[in-house]
């Protein structure tokens, strides 16, 4: 079973439309991690936020806001009035207190084109 | 300015080759990652290092090696035993193992000739 799931393959809105992307995740730990990383089409991932599971306030940052439940474990992320640079995959990954590897688990990722 | 480097950006490998992707990072983080990224795919652990001289397994360990020397690289080798190694690969450093942000380098893509 996937530990990490973003439902949504592709996303395509127009500018200047908000556009919400969604994550589900699955763990037994009580303490984990969860991250949203931003990769553009020249490949390098670029960290977005990164939120440990006793802080469900939720998170703005300019354009970008995110939202922690952990009664339906989920951690959406919303883009406000999208732009073309916004277009990227985007990874939400998530990294649990018991795991032995300290390493990310990671969503298939949810393509969001934005078209102007 | 601080940050990850991955080299060469392309690589062909030829049939029965070895081939070695490095990865730099100047942030003095202890812990590094290599992963492997297959189109329409999330990321996939190879290896990671706690600290020099230390390495470990990951989730998709054979056909690759690695080797932690100096705290700033770690090479990753793609053996001839690796049958279908045509991906792209992303290394990643964190300041410790668990549960701290993994900053990644640009990547390098895999192709066989």
């Known amino acids: 079973a996937q530990k990490v799931t973003q439902a949504q393959t592709e996303i395509s809105v127009v500018e200047k439309e908000d556009v919400t992307l969604d994550c589900v995740y699955e763990t037994r730990d009580t303490t984990y991690y969860l991250f949203w990383y931003k990769q553009p089409p020249s490949g390098e991932l670029v960290f977005l936020i990164r939120r440990n599971s006793f802080d469900e306030q939720n998170e703005i940052s300019g354009r970008y806001s995110w939202n922690f439940q952990k009664s339906t474990s989920s951690f959406n992320f919303t883009i406000t009035a999208s732009q073309v640079v916004d277009s990227a995959v985007y990874f939400c990954a998530l990294s649990e207190r018991g795991g032995s590897q300290g390493n990310l688990i990671f969503g298939k990722g949810t393509k969001l084109s934005v078209k102007p | 300015d601080g940050g990850i480097t991955q080299s060469p950006k392309y690589l062909f490998r030829k049939e029965g080759q070895n081939v070695t992707l490095s990865c730099e990072q100047n942030?003095?983080?202890?812990?590094m990652y290599w992963y492997r990224q297959d189109p329409g795919q999330g990321l996939r652990l190879i290896y990671y290092s706690q600290i020099v001289n230390d390495f470990q397994k990951g989730d998709i360990a054979e056909g690759y090696s690695v080797s932690r020397e100096k705290k700033e690289s770690f090479p990753l080798t793609v053996t001839s035993a690796q049958k279908n190694p045509t991906a792209f690969y992303l290394c990643?450093?964190?300041?410790?193992?668990?549960?701290?942000?993994?900053?990644f380098g640009p990547g390098t893509r895999l192709l066989v000739l």
């Open positions: 942030l003095n983080h202890d812990a």
């Open positions: 990643a450093s964190s300041i410790v193992l668990y549960q701290e942000t993994q900053y």
